[in-house]
């Protein structure tokens, strides 16, 4: 019922940018929230940023400052403006909506940069 498709995983050098899109589609009820997850080999899958339906937005200590998390709430999409990437945000990026009905998860999109 719900689809979410990703866009905008790249390899990139350190210190570049990215954005990175994703578009809700199907059932969509209400939305609570729109997040972005992320999960690095031999590391389990953490919360990156987040924003409420509201508007409020929260972000891990380690992305603070370099990363911006933003929504779309007529195209149901969620963005996220990643800058001054470094090695370790190197990852497979998840996107995750939270709905009446439950949640949901995109299919993910690989992150890579580079030393």
């Known amino acids: 019922q719900v689809q979410l498709v990703e866009s905008g995983g790249d390899l990139v050098q350190n210190g570049g940018s990215l954005r990175l899109s994703c578009a809700a589609s199907?059932?969509?009820?209400?939305?609570?929230?729109m997040a972005w997850y992320r999960q690095a080999p031999g590391k389990q899958r953490e919360l990156v940023a987040i924003?409420?339906?509201?508007?409020?937005?929260n972000y891990a200590d380690s992305v603070k400052g370099r990363f911006t998390i933003s929504r779309d709430n007529v195209r149901n999409t969620v963005h996220l403006q990643m800058n001054s990437l470094k090695p370790e945000d190197t990852a497979v990026y998840y996107c995750n909506v939270n709905l009446f009905s439950g949640v949901f998860w995109g299919q993910g999109t690989q992150v890579t940069v580079s030393a």
């Open positions: 199907g059932s969509i009820s209400w939305i609570n929230s």
């Open positions: 924003i409420t339906i509201g508007g409020a937005t």
